[in-house]
């Protein structure tokens, strides 16, 4: 299979980073290739201007990073995000990639009757988000709701009409032991050994 990873972190020495590794490290075991969207190293742009928001109305991008993306995004049989939760959301880029790449006539079309959402880009099975944090997981579902889950796993992907939608979330990750966050690394690199 070809996997498309879009990654946010701009620190190389995050955890983050080192989640992108073990993914990398099980996909490579198992044989699939893998294509990394860095959102940081690419530089990409998430604002959205009047002439994306045009384009948006026409349902034709102009900003030729989007016109690449596609293309990439369009061979994926999985798509895998990684990105940290800061302030209960995701990053400004990660959410720029929303905004600007998840976008009418490149990512989906509407319904003949407009209520609903058809994917554009019908290779892709699967879309696992996985996010780290510091905010104790029940904290981040009982008093913050579980936003990523609303936002981006609910509110973008289900939407769309993708059926196969999964959220890895690591919880507490700075008040983690070493030995803990050794553990989430190789299971994490066993789960994408694993992936068919």
Request: glycine residues 6%; proline residues 5%; hydrophobic residues 45%.
């Amino acid at each position: 299979m070809h996997i498309v990873i879009i990654f946010n972190h701009p620190y190389e020495g995050s955890y983050c980073n080192a989640i992108l590794r073990s993914v990398k490290t099980g996909l490579e075991r198992a044989a699939h290739t893998v294509d990394t969207i860095h959102l940081d190293n690419e530089r990409f742009n998430p604002v959205m201007t009047a002439a994306d928001l045009q384009a948006f109305r026409n349902r034709v991008p102009v900003d030729p990073t989007v016109i690449a993306y596609r293309q990439r995004l369009a061979a994926a049989d999985h798509l895998v995000f990684i990105f940290p939760i800061w302030w209960e959301l995701m990053p400004a880029l990660t959410k720029g990639f929303i905004d600007k790449v998840i976008f009418p006539g490149v990512a989906y079309d509407y319904t003949p009757r407009g209520y609903g959402m058809i994917p554009l880009f019908k290779k892709i099975r699967s879309i696992t988000v996985i996010t780290t944090m510091n905010t104790p997981g029940f904290l981040y579902r009982l008093v913050f709701g579980n936003a990523i889950r609303k936002a981006v796993i609910t509110g973008t992907f289900w939407k769309m009409g993708y059926k196969n939608r999964k959220w890895i979330n690591l919880s507490g990750v700075k008040q983690a032991s070493e030995k803990k966050r050794s553990n989430w690394l190789r299971n994490i690199e066993h789960r994408y050994a694993q992936l068919r």
